[in-house]
């Protein structure tokens, strides 16, 4: 199918993309990179009567190092955040993920703006946002404002986002250099949406777990910090009863919805068995950055 | 700042080395820009919702989906298509001695067996030039999830993971660091 | 029994390019993005078409008023059924058989709709933008009727009707038997029996489908350009349809991006779009997009069935019965019909075994989906999967190597030609060669040690055979589709050698990936003797074609390259003839190769092949006494019952015992496809073919839910595998000419997906031994997986 029409605009400042959303409002749709938006809108599921490309907005296509933090530009791609040596060595979680987000294609256009405002529950950016406890920076006609990722996401494809707000920047708090990674996840194929993720930072010591940040996609509206299950690990440490039961817990935390490749029962079971392997494998790979 | 507008908008971009002109309403996907206002047929239509890959081509020297972006987000932009690969290689059919203006990976593929019915092969193509300039040494798992990002039917892909391991290796003795 | 002529034998073809790997000479354009497919062709002044669909699964059209569309921008027409009436006869796919009830599908909906996206109005604008904008501004109102959501409830008597004409769902029903079945079972020492399910399945050819109509009025020829794998079959059905002389249409078929099956019936959007083009007399084009394609090319293999096998404790077969239900959605597809998929399980049920007693039954029952047409196996990838997976069960219950019971039942040489019990004559196959080599290939003691350590450390790792016998290049004696009026046992070719001695070799069939060019190419250049590179070959475009219908069903190399042969040596022979009197010699003692006549005593003595073309055009003067001039031939064959291909497929699996995941760790493919014209296209035909099977046994499912919707309508969700769910495929070669067809060929470009679904399951099922599971249904995905290993470990 064919997109329908609507009127185009290709705005080079964030103050003019604004002025143009505050002047179509709910009618208009921001086009970032498209991976999501321009199959609704060649399938005809999305009418809006304005486009806002903000492709063109330079200001809000960077990745730097600002007083500790990642600061990310919405309109930087994933493609960029892939070969990025700062993101790698920082973010080493984010750079996991974004190797997982459809294929290199896909990465070429996808923003990393996009795909959090987008907030689909299967995606790898939200709950990597959510576990990194990212924050949100969001710009309006009446100014800035910042937001945790945890408020960020309300529902399934639904922000905290006003409808004359767009989101300009993302900034990340490097975990701590001992803490280790990973983001696991099963898909039906290479590159598909996972039919769940789970995203984990922890900090350890021995069996000892200072810290643990966990958080589920693809298994509930929105992507799920799995706290009661990092409790448990901080309590139990990081032996194999404390795995168990952080992973049962996660299992216990997630609403999964059923649908035609997955029904709830077995992504709450995936639940347990990713939040296994994710805490596992982030602990090997704390030990391996302290060596 | 830029007026609301369904009309026809003038689009300047450069495909294959050329700079083209055109006439677009701001909806009209690229690759139908491509196939119908510019004649580059190479680029086909399979799906339009990003997942096939047959429409893949460079912009900027990047691999993307030409069904996943406007004609009018190309204005100014360098997009490289098939037809562009070998701008050299000669007419149909191939005779001996006549096809070593092939870009090395259409060279591959047709040594390898890498395509059946050619639909694909454009997408593919664009994609392992876009793997092989990102990762000039894949492994062949690194290959076969590269090349998943288009669908093939009638493969089983064994001769396009061949023949992009095969064109890895001559892209590499040309450049005279293997 | 052989259709071989005295004096072409296997023999008389002295192979140099046959069996040689031939780069294809298709790829030089396919690589440089100058193919030629239907959506490639922008003549001046093109319209384009798109098609109104159902969003019900089953409703009758209250309302339908086209008015506000046709004022619409660029809009030039808007056609209901109504309009059609006048301009096309319905389509109705007639059949011979027995308890088959004959149908219409019209080309857009009469009175009601019977599947979503069934067509009931086309809009013609000046792009397919404007086209689609306008499709919504047609009104239309439904009166929703129940839905006749799947088989087993549609087949009840007092389920609704989909066709009132029918009086029931049931539209066919048959049975084939041989001996006394239930008495032989009754005396089996061992009995296997279970439900299997084959989910419905849909081709996903990278090409959507698609065509282009135009008919200019000064010539008054239509030509269709399609991306169909028949041209000639749509040629002969469209006159009839549209009325009009066969000679003034042209269907032409170039570069077509897949078919597999898929595009081997006539479609209602084909049927509209000449129509169109006729009153219109401007171009028009129509081009699926993924979701229409999702929802409206014939889909395949939605099957139950019920089977039944006895042995004997030495674990000889006595006996196989079947009862098989087959979903064959809304519509009996022309020329197919509703009977091809569910006549030809219960012909092929009974395997690649000597089968003394035997009885299969089937049902084809209407339901509100997109039509059953035919996908690549037809019939035989669930009746292997079923057959190959009783086999399995019964080796465990009988303690036998599953490979020993196989060898064991497999008919033997000395019976071949053997007539099945539905009546099928196998005229040879390698079937105990085969399994021996993959027994070899495997390394099977070392693989089975594998199994066993990898077991011992808590691993599922699992070992599956499955072995196939089918039917291909099938001649008149059995139609494609049983009980059908059109002709599909016979093919043609036509040779022309030019005065410069260069050979176009033209044919009906018609390849969607296949390498025609290449391989019908080899077969010439060698009944000719001339060099490779002087033959070029023709295929898809009736206007040059000879009379035939297109390719399916693993036809072309037996029929058409039988054709060529025969046509070579009739020009050959009449070559010599003139080169004899040329040289004064006898034409038996003379020869062709490499382009150079030759007396076969005396090499050095000849005269160049392109002299003896240039003196058949010459005139009478030039030629022996009473011979008339050119060199130009049309030869048909018919291969009569047509010859067997036969493989053994060996996978082995791995499960995730936590994500249910199935990796693939090795795959081998040991088949005989008789004498191999081109052994790069005959693996590729196989390893394609595996990855289909591999695609049908772990991925794909069409689903519908019980309102007749379909889930399944992008290719997010009916899942294709990617480069990354596939590995290499080994493919090893048993090679016996056939000893029915000329040349020796047997069919091959279906084989890989017959036998996959059947050795992944039989694979899963061994390595889930130990908990008792037998797997019965494919897609086998991690969520089927996770429900069977929680209920065998009585898990809620």
Redesign the interface.
Known sequence: MKPPPFAYHAPTHLDEALALLERYGDDAKVLAGGQSLMPLLNFRLSYPSALIDINRVAELSYLRQENGQVCIGALTRQRTIEFSELARRQLPLLHEATTLVGHLPIRTRGTIGGSLAHADPAAEYPTVALVLDAELVLQGPGGRRSIPAEEFFVSYLTTALAPNEIVTEIRFSPAPRTSGWAFEEVARRHGDFALVGVAGVIDTEGEQCRTARLAAAGAGPTPIRLRAAEDILVREGVTEQGIQRAAAKAAELVEPDSDIHASADFRRHLTEVLTRRAIQRARERGQEQRA | MSEPNERSQTITLRVNGTERRGQVEPRKLLVDFLREDLGLTGSHVGCEHGICGACTILVNGEAARSCLMLAVQANGAELMTVEGLAPQAGEPPALPGKTGQLHPLQAAFWEHHGLQCGFCTPGMLMTAYDLLQTNPMPSEAEIRAGLSAVLCRCTGYQGIVEAVQAAAETLRARRGDR | MSSTEIGESVEELTPKFVGARV?????????????A?V??H?PPGLLQAAFLRSPYAHARIARLDTSAALTRPGVVAVLTSKDLVPLVKPVRAASKMREYKETSFPPLAVEKVRYVGEALAVVIAES??LA??ALEWINVEYDPLPTVANAPTAAQPDAPLLHDEAGSNILLSREFARGDVDAALASAAVRVRDRFRFRRHAT?????RGCLADYPAGTGELTLRSATQCPGLLRDALADLLDMPEHRIRVVAA??????GAKSSLYPEEIVLCAVARRLKRPVKW?S???EDLKTSTQAWDEIVDAELGLQADGTIIGLRADVTTDIGAYSIYPWTATLEPIQTISFLSGPYRMPHYRGRNRGVATCKAPMGPYRGVGRPVTTFVLESLMDRAARLLALDPAELRLKNYIRADEFPYKTPAGLVWDQASLTECMQKARDVLDADTTTRWRAQARAAGRWVGIGFATYIELTGVGSAIPVSPGMPIATGTEAAFLRIDPAGTVTATFSVAP????HETALAQVVADALGVAF?SV?VICGDTALAPQGTGTYASRSAVLAGGAAIRAGQTLKEKALKIAGHMMESNPANLDIRDGQVFLRDKPERGLPFRAVAKTAYAGLRRLPKDMEPGLEVTRFYDPFFGTASSATHVAVVEVDT??Y?VTIKRYIVVEDCGRIINP??V???V??????GIGAAL?EEV?YDDAGQL??G????Y????????L??EVHHIETPSPTTLGGFRGMGEG?TIGAPAAIANAVSDALSHLGIEINEIPI???KL??LVRAAEGTP
């Open positions: 780069k294809r000479r298709e790829d030089q354009r396919l690589l440089t993005g100058q193919g497919y959506d490639d922008h397919r933008y689609e904008d996903v050819c990278m090409e959507n570069d077509v991006g897949g078919g597999f081009i997009d993924r979701q969607q990936g296949q390498g590179d070029r936590e994500t995941a790069l296209i693996e590729g035909q390893r394609g073919g595996v990855a289909q991925y689903v889930l399944t992008s290719l997010v969700d899942l294709v595998p990617t480069a990354s769910e596939l290499p495929i890989g995905t991690p969520e996770f429900r």
